[in-house]
């Protein structure tokens, strides 16, 4: 399998990277993207020091900026011809105040969920082309809310509404996307979300307040966080299994429980098709970028 992992370098896109180059003797081939060209060529090294395996290679792509979604979409189309599968992971975590982007987005928004929406778009048609079953992964929870009248939080904002609010836009999204392809002949595309059950032990931790820390060492004596390393272990199945197992998950929203994958029942205001079209159309406008808008139009119209 050729897997995209977006935010590779850390957490839960790390984790499942470093599963994936080692599992089925090292068959896998990994593109992590990442901003750091010095901490993803580390990564790299640190993976194939550790796994044998040297199919793992970086695009670099800074999500704050929809300029570098672009170049990172060509860089991808000109380096490879297909992809078996994506997950849609890079997020920001924990900020002490509002960022707002070069574009002029919350960056909350922009990288947690806009630039990965034209990400994804642009990069179906390579999914298409998998011989195995293309899939996406999407990292999500099931807490949020759309802010429809302050989309970008400039009135009212706090780090944990523009986490969760990117949660709900990428849940929208993925049961949008399945909904255009579950009827199309012969097309056979998987679109999953997934949410991990506890919290992984990541570098977010190097980040959050002193009193966060001592909040998430006391969390993890009582088993509340998991490595990266299992978290990878519970997800690359998703990435691996045959394309009509595959299938069976797509449009859902799931979870590992008991040793087994298990349906999280969605939100209503998810499920609308009204305001999935409504969040389309405004993710859309707000990307406001030619080849991108082709492309929803002709899955629209399909």
């Not at 010095?38 to 790299?44: K, Q, T």
């Not at 796994?51 to 060509?74: V, W």
Request: aromatic share 8%.
């Amino acid at each position: 399998m050729k897997v995209l992992i977006t935010g590779g370098t850390n957490g839960m896109g790390k984790g499942v990277a470093k599963i994936l180059a080692d599992s089925d003797n090292q068959a896998h081939e990994i593109l992590v993207l990442c901003r750091s060209k010095e901490l993803g060529e580390a990564v790299i090294t640190e993976l194939v020091n550790a796994t044998s395996n040297k199919k793992i290679s970086i695009i670099l792509c800074d999500l704050t900026k929809l300029s570098e979604a672009k170049r990172a979409i060509i860089e991808i189309h000109d380096k490879h011809e297909f992809l078996d599968g994506i997950f849609i992971n890079a997020g920001l975590g924990y900020a002490a105040k509002r960022v707002e982007t070069e574009d002029g987005f919350d960056s909350h928004f922009q990288v947690n969920y806009l630039s990965q929406f034209m990400l994804t778009l642009n990069l179906l048609d390579l999914l298409k082309k998998s011989e195995k079953g293309g899939r996406i992964i999407f990292n999500v929870t099931r807490m949020g809310e759309i802010f429809w009248d302050d989309m970008q939080m400039n009135n009212k904002w706090n780090f944990e509404d523009g986490i969760h609010q990117a949660m709900v836009a990428k849940r929208m999204f993925l049961a949008k996307l399945h909904r255009l392809h579950r009827d199309i002949k012969d097309l056979k595309l998987s679109f999953i979300g997934f949410e991990i059950s506890k919290t992984v032990w990541s570098n977010q931790l190097n980040i959050i307040p002193l009193y966060m820390k001592i909040m998430a060492t006391l969390m993890k004596l009582f088993g509340t966080f998991i490595s990266i390393e299992k978290c990878g272990e519970i997800m690359s199945p998703l990435f691996t299994e045959i394309q009509d197992e595959s299938l069976t998950k797509s449009g859902k929203f799931i979870t590992w429980k008991k040793n087994e994958f298990i349906e999280i029942k969605e939100n209503s205001d998810v499920m609308n098709q009204e305001l999935q079209d409504r969040l389309w159309k405004i993710s859309l406008e707000l990307c406001a970028d030619e080849k991108t808008n082709q492309i929803a139009e002709y899955l629209q119209n399909k």
